[in-house]
C-alpha cells in the first residue's frame, strides 16, 4: 500500500491556499476600485451641486430660463444608487466603507432635494416631489422589496418624478432631522409624497390617486408612441 | 461554502500534481514482446443477462483479440436470461475457446464466482456482454502481471461505444474524466474500483481473497475494496482500450448511477474502517474520505443552487403580482461584473475539471476538441446531484436497488 509523503499534502494545500488568496486578493482590489469609482462619482456630483448652488445664487431669477425640472443631478444619483446598491452586496451592508459612501448620498440626496425645492419656488416649476424611507433590518420591514418595486416603475414611467430613497435606521443626523421634520412613522416602508407622509406600502394605482398631476407628465411610454405614430 | 469548495479545489489539486509527477510510470506505451511461453493462460467471464443484441459483438471482439488461442478461454454464463441470449451463446458452442455455463438467475457475482469455479486460468477477467475491446487489449493488460508478480488486478480505459443520444454524449466526456482520475488514482495505489469492462485478475489473489459477493449491487467495487483491505496491488492500464454501450435515456442513465452510489455509500459502512486509517495509505487517509465528502459536497452546492433559483422565482413572481409584466432595463458595466471569491473559485474548479477531462481524453487517444464537454458542464452538474441525492435516500432506507 502506497502512502503518500506528507510534503504532497502540504504542497496542494499550499497551491490551493495560493489560489484561494489569489481570489480574496482579487477581489478586495475590484472591490477596493469600486469603492474609489462610487467616491469619485459623489465627490463629482457634490461639485455639481456646488456649482448649481452657486450659479443660482449668483444669478437669482435671471437663471430660471437655464434651469428646467430635470436639469439636475437625478440621473447620476440614480447611477450612483445602483452602484452602490451592488457594492452593498458584494462587501455586505455592515461594511464601514459602505457605511460611509452611503450617509454621504443620503447626503447628496439631502442637499439636491433642497436645492430642487429651492429653484422650484423661485422659478415657478412644479416638480413632483417623492421621499421613501426604507430598512435593511430584518424583519423590520417586510413591504419594503414589494415598495421597491413599486418606485422603480413609477421612475421608469415618469423620469421626471424625484424619488429621494433613504434608510431608515442610518446613522446620519441629517435623516434623522428630516424623518423627523416629514413625520416618518416607524411602520414601514414610508413615503412622503410632496410633504404629505404616508405609512406602509402604497401600489402604483394608490401614488397615482394620490398624485393626479402624474398624469400630466411625459411618460417614456407616451414618448415611444409619439415616435411611432 | 467556502470549506465545500477548498476541499474540492485541494482535491483536484492533489490528483494534477500526482499525475504530473509520474515518477514511476504504470502504463506501458509500447505493446509488449512476449513469446507464447512467457504468457500466461488467460479466462475470460462474461455473465449474461438478457443480451441477446449484444453478445455476438462482445463474444466476437474477444475472439479478435491478440492472444495466443490455446492460452485464452472465454467462458460465457447465462445467468438465467429470459430472452434468446443462451440460444445465441450456443452458436458459439463449437468454438474450442468458448465455454458455456447456463445457470439459474443469482446476480453478476453469482455468474463470475459459477465462471471462477469452471478455469484454472492463472488470470481473469470480466467483460461485460455491452461490452467491446481492441485486439491489444489483453496483451497490454497481461503485461503489468508478467511484469510485476505484486500485481493483483489492472484496470482499463474504458470509452463510450457510439454514442448516439445527448446522454451518451455528455457520458463520453464524463468517461474522459473517468479516464484520467484512474490513472492518477493508480498512481497513489488508491484504485477502489476494478470496473465490469474488462478488468483483470490473478486468480490466485482471488482464492486468497474469497470470491466475488453480491457488493449491494456493485461486486466490482466491493473486490477491489476487498484488495485493498487486504494490501494487493490495483493499477491501470491506459493503454488497454474498451468500449461499453452506455445507457441511453436520462431514466436508464439515472438508474445506472443511482445503483453506483448507493453500491459505493453502503460499501463506504461496510469498510468504514479503512477511513482516515494510515493503514491503507493515500486510499484509506484522503482518496476515500474525499469521495465520500465530494458527495455530500455535490449535494449540498446543488441545494445551495435550487435555494437561490427558489428565491429569485418568488422575488419576481412578487415583482409579477405588485407592478405586472415588466421588461428588464439592459446596461453594461463592468463596475457589475462578479468578482466575489465564491465565484472565482467555482470558476477555477470548472476550468481544472476541463483540464483533468482534457487529460484524460488525451491518454484515451480521444480529441479534446469536441462538443461533449461542453454539453457535459452545462448539463451534469443539474442531473448529477438528483442521483445522488436519490442514492442516499436509498442507502439510508435501506431499500436495495435493481440493476435494471
Known amino acids: ?229 | 461554502m467556502y470549506a465545500t469548495l477548498f476541499v474540492s479545489l485541494y482535491f483536484e489539486v492533489f490528483l494534477l500534481i500526482t499525475f504530473f509527477e509520474k515518477s514511476e510510470s504504470s502504463s506501458f506505451a509500447a505493446l509488449p514482446a512476449f513469446t507464447p511461453e512467457e504468457l500466461p493462460t488467460v479466462a475470460v467471464f462474461i455473465p449474461c443477462w438478457n443480451e441477446e443484441s449484444t453478445i455476438v459483438g462482445t463474444l466476437n471482439s474477444l475472439l479478435a483479440l491478440n492472444y495466443p488461442k490455446e492460452k485464452l478461454e472465454i467462458i460465457a454464463v447465462n445467468d438465467g436470461s429470459t430472452d434468446n441470449t443462451l440460444a445465441v451463446l450456443k452458436t458459439f458452442e463449437s468454438h474450442p475457446q468458448v465455454r458455456i455455463i447456463d445457470k439459474e438467475n443469482g446476480g453478476k457475482h453469482s455468474a463470475m464466482n459459477a465462471a471462477l469455479s469452471f478455469t484454472k486460468a492463472e488470470i481473469v477477467g470480466c467483460l461485460d456482454a455491452d461490452s467491446f475491446v481492441e485486439s491489444d487489449a489483453l496483451l497490454r493488460i497481461v503485461n503489468h502481471f508478467v511484469s510485476d508478480k505484486d500485481v493483483a488486478a489492472v484496470t482499463p480505459t474504458i470509452k463510450v461505444f457510439n454514442a448516439q443520444s445527448a446522454m451518451q454524449v455528455v457520458q463520453r466526456a464524463e468517461y474522459g474524466l473517468s479516464v484520467f482520475m484512474r490513472n492518477a488514482l493508480a498512481h497513489m495505489d488508491s484504485l477502489f474500483i476494478t470496473p465490469g469492462p474488462f478488468s483483470f485478475f490473478r486468480r490466485s489473489v482471488i482464492l486468497e481473497v474469497g470470491p466475488w459477493r453480491h457488493g449491494h449491487s456493485t461486486e466490482d467495487l466491493e473486490m477491489c475494496l476487498r484488495l485493498q483491505e487486504n494490501h494487493k496491488k490495483v493499477t491501470n492500464e491506459p493503454n488497454a482500450i474498451v468500449y461499453t454501450k452506455t445507457p441511453k435515456t436520462t431514466h436508464a442513465l439515472f438508474r445506472q448511477r443511482v445503483r453506483w452510489t448507493y453500491g459505493f455509500l453502503k460499501n463506504a459502512i461496510d469498510y468504514r474502517y479503512m477511513f482516515f486509517n494510515p493503514t491503507y495509505g493515500t486510499l484509506g487517509m484522503l482518496v476515500l474520505p474525499m469521495s465520500l465528502i465530494s458527495l455530500f459536497s455535490a449535494i449540498f452546492l446543488f441545494s445551495s443552487l435550487i435555494w437561490n433559483t427558489l428565491v429569485f422565482i418568488i422575488q419576481e413572481l412578487v415583482r409579477f403580482q405588485t407592478v405586472g409584466l415588466t421588461a428588464p432595463t439592459p446596461q453594461f458595466d463592468i463596475f457589475f461584473i462578479n468578482t466575489s471569491v465564491i465565484l472565482s473559485i467555482v470558476i477555477v474548479l470548472i476550468i481544472l475539471t476541463i483540464v483533468l477531462m482534457g487529460i484524460g481524453k488525451k491518454l484515451a487517444k480521444d480529441s479534446f476538441i469536441s462538443y461533449d464537454v461542453p454539453v457535459y458542464m452545462a448539463l451534469y452538474g443539474f442531473i448529477t446531484p438528483v442521483w445522488l441525492i436519490t442514492a442516499l435516500y436509498k442507502a439510508v432506507m435501506n431499500t436495495g436497488v435493481r440493476w435494471r
Open chain 1, 1 to 229: 500500500m502506497r502512502t503518500t509523503p506528507w510534503t504532497k499534502y502540504i504542497l496542494a494545500f499550499l497551491i490551493t491556499a495560493f489560489i484561494f488568496i489569489t481570489a480574496i486578493i482579487a477581489n478586495n482590489f475590484f472591490n477596493a476600485k469600486r469603492v474609489d469609482q462610487i467616491r469619485s462619482i459623489e465627490e463629482g456630483i457634490s461639485i455639481d451641486i456646488l456649482s448649481l448652488e452657486t450659479q443660482f445664487e449668483l444669478l437669482q431669477e435671471q437663471s430660471c430660463k437655464n434651469i428646467s425640472e430635470d436639469s439636475i443631478l437625478s440621473r447620476e444619483l440614480d447611477t450612483l444608487a445602483n452602484k452602490l446598491s451592488f457594492a452593498e452586496a458584494q462587501l455586505g451592508a455592515d461594511n464601514e466603507e459602505v457605511l460611509r459612501l452611503k450617509r454621504h448620498y443620503s447626503l447628496l440626496e439631502i442637499k439636491d432635494l433642497l436645492l430642487m425645492q429651492k429653484v422650484s419656488d423661485k422659478c415657478n416649476l412644479e416638480p413632483i416631489f417623492l421621499l421613501y424611507f426604507y430598512s435593511n433590518v430584518k424583519g423590520e420591514c417586510t413591504d419594503c422589496k414589494r415598495q421597491g418595486y413599486v418606485l422603480t416603475e413609477l421612475a421608469k414611467e415618469y423620469p421626471q418624478l424625484r424619488i429621494y430613497s433613504f434608510d431608515y435606521n442610518i446613522d446620519l443626523s441629517a435623516v434623522e432631522t428630516l424623518i423627523s421634520i416629514q413625520g416618518i412613522q416607524p411602520e414601514l416602508p414610508g413615503l412622503v409624497i410632496n410633504d404629505v407622509p404616508y405609512s406602509g406600502f402604497q401600489s402604483i394605482e394608490a401614488i397615482k390617486e394620490i398624485l393626479p398631476e402624474l398624469a400630466t407628465l411625459a411618460t417614456t411610454t407616451a414618448t415611444t408612441t409619439e415616435k411611432t405614430k
